[in-house]
């Protein structure tokens, strides 16, 4: 699975209610590879300026790990503890990150 699968995931599961309130930039990073885009006003970029330098890094250690992890599959506890991920920056944003993208067995955010 490629970083063009993971950002075509990200697209499609995009959960605005769990953006409510970030205003941040975020790398995922996959061996050498890296997806990076902004969450803001509820709303997915992935259009950025040249050189806008992410709040958060997390980095996975494969494509499979990543996509588990965003889609709800996997628990990131888990996986953090177990080292096949782990955060430059906010760790904390790495759930809300996941709630914005979980796919499986998504819980109704409130106001929905």
Do not use: C
């Not at 970083?3 to 599961?13: F, G, V, W």
């Not at 782990?86 to 709630?99: C, E, H, I, N, P």
């Amino acid at each position: 699975m490629a970083i063009s699968a993971l950002k075509a995931h990200l697209r499609t599961n995009f959960h605005p209610p769990a953006a409510a309130g970030i205003d941040a930039v975020f790398e995922l990073a996959i061996a050498d590879e890296s997806l990076v885009f902004r969450v803001r006003s509820r709303k997915l970029e992935f259009e950025l300026q040249p050189g806008t330098r992410p709040d958060a890094t997390f980095r996975f250690e494969d494509v499979d790990t990543a996509w588990a992890l965003l889609s709800g599959r996997a628990d990131a506890f888990e996986a953090f503890m177990q080292g096949h991920f782990r955060s430059d920056g906010y760790l904390t944003w790495a759930f809300a990150l996941m709630a914005m993208f979980r796919a499986e067995s998504r819980p109704a955010s409130p106001g929905e």
